[in-house]
């Protein structure tokens, strides 16, 4: 675990000053980083100046609204900075391409436990996602009379990043301040059941054959206690999917009754000889540490890395992640047998 470089009074304090700043988030972009990202850039034009959200990833459509009149998040070099600051990213490998900005990065906001800092940071590993940092940053510089208020827009990122990350208020990251975060949010008039009916109940087609795929394709391991499935970009091209349909997969193994980790295996559309993992637990076992050691990092119930395949063929890349796995839960089990006895 990493300690924080700067604190809260500092990131507000940097962020009182009116500065064009470029904000990074993570590739593979869930509305954590795009919510948090957007916030920000509301703050940044609130205390007086401008701020363009990049990503090195096009976000799904479900996340689309939360761009506002920025169409994309493309780095197209047109946005003339006099700042760099990133949000939700936990580690370099997390910001693909835009790992370049690394040496003018001014701060990290995160909330990511296994976090490698990459410049100086803020994280708080207590909250269940930095769309609550940020909330709390808005709220503060209020507070501070830097700003009068925040639009709207502001508090519909903050709400669209909190309620993702919490899996909807319902994951263990939740705590009762989360809850009152949300309830000062709904009290200044964001439609939230708007925002999550967009998020999580608006599904185009081509995701829901995705799920199909992901169902036909599973595979078991160590006593059904893994649920594991990989896509290949040929299985994607025969049932006319992208990468992008399939991105929210790994929920549909997580789900099944009595599985303790979730893992999907997705060759990348990119550079098909990389492969992104996307891993759930519903155990006690940290899925983080297991990505952690293939270069990726997340949260104990939610991690993801990128393995770059040296040859193999995706099936042996896939074998290697589900042992990796395996290992984790067989050694969990005997932690935890070493506790009971
Ligand atoms: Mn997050």
Redesign the pocket.
Known sequence: MTESTLTFENICDMLSVPKKTLILTHVNP?P??IGSAFALKYLIRAVGSDARVVCDDVPGKRMMFLLGEQSDVSDDGSFDFERIISA?VASEIQLGGLAKYIPQIEFMID??EMSEPFAPNYTDFNIG??GEIVYDIGIELIRRSVIEDLPLEFFECVYAAITS?TGSFKYSNVTAKTHLRAADIISRGVDTAEVCHKLFDCHPYSELLAKRLAIENMRWFCDNRICAALFTLDMLAENGLSESDISDSVSVMRSVDGVEIGIMVRQSEKDSTQFKVSSRANGGVDVSAVCAGFGGGGHKKAAGCTITSENETPEAVFEKVVSAFTDALLEYDNTVGAQNE
């Open positions: 869930d954590d980083t939700d909330h990511h996602a930095t990350d």
